[in-house]
């Protein structure tokens, strides 16, 4: 199996016995809303969706204490530049506000730059999702632009922050240093993905 170590979470490669807990995040309202979701879904829904991010990326469930607890993952690669996009969430919402989090986009980003040899990752958010920019400000993230009226939320209109890091950026993080380098993947504490 494949799987990459933050500090305090796991990210291990989706498997199927994921789908049922991904089912019940998924169509949560909070979560559909902030990730821009068109829910509801059923459960083949979660499953096709599930074998697009396969072929497509490398989607990661976040483990904590042996627990899923959220979705993270890497798409839209353009090799040629280097580049791969991310997304992710808590979708177990007790375990929100402990740093959990970000010690899975860390873990993400560390993998991204020292193994996968990516030099930027980007993202999209919906402009008033607080928690979110705030989080990703403090990793390191940069805004980027807005894009406008992106999203049709309900009654209204929603923009896009875009957002990116660059391999460069992430090295000058002082956590940066504290995470595993090449010489733990050597050792067995990370498998290729994918
Ligand atoms: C955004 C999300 C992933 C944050 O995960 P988390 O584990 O709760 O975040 P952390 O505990 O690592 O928090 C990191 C920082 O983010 C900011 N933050 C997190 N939650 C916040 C909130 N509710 N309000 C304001 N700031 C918040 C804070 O700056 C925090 O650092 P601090 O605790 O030192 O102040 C989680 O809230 C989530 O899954 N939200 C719903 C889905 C979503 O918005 N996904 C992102 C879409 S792009």
């Not at 096709?48 to 396969?54: N, T």
């Not at 997304?87 to 899975?104: E, N, P, T, V």
């Not at 990793?139 to 049709?152: K, Q």
């Not at 990116?164 to 498998?191: C, D, K, M, V």
């Amino acid at each position: 199996m494949s799987f990459i170590h933050g500090r305090f979470v796991v990210l291990r490669a989706v498997e199927d016995s994921d789908f049922e807990l991904f089912y019940e995040w998924m169509n949560d309202p909070e979560i559909a809303w902030w990730m821009d979701y068109d829910s509801p879904y059923s459960l083949a829904d979660i499953a096709s969706d599930i074998q697009r991010a396969r072929a497509e990326g490398l989607p990661f469930t976040i483990v904590y204490e042996n627990r899923p607890i959220g979705r993270i993952g890497l798409n839209r690669f353009r090799q040629r530049d280097r580049i791969a996009s991310t997304y992710m969430f808590i979708g177990d919402k007790s375990y929100r506000g402990r740093g959990l989090g970000s010690d899975a986009m860390l873990a993400l980003l560390n993998y991204a730059f020292r193994f996968r040899g990516l030099r930027m990752v980007d993202l999209w958010v919906l402009s008033e999702n607080e928690a979110a920019i705030k989080m990703y400000k403090k990793l390191g993230y940069r805004v980027d632009g807005i894009l406008r009226e992106r999203s049709w939320k309900y009654d209204r209109w929603m923009d896009h922050t875009w957002m990116s890091i660059t391999r460069e950026e992430f090295e000058q993080l002082p956590i940066s240093r504290e995470l595993p380098g090449p010489e733990n993947w050597a050792a067995g504490h990370y498998n290729s993905a994918g």
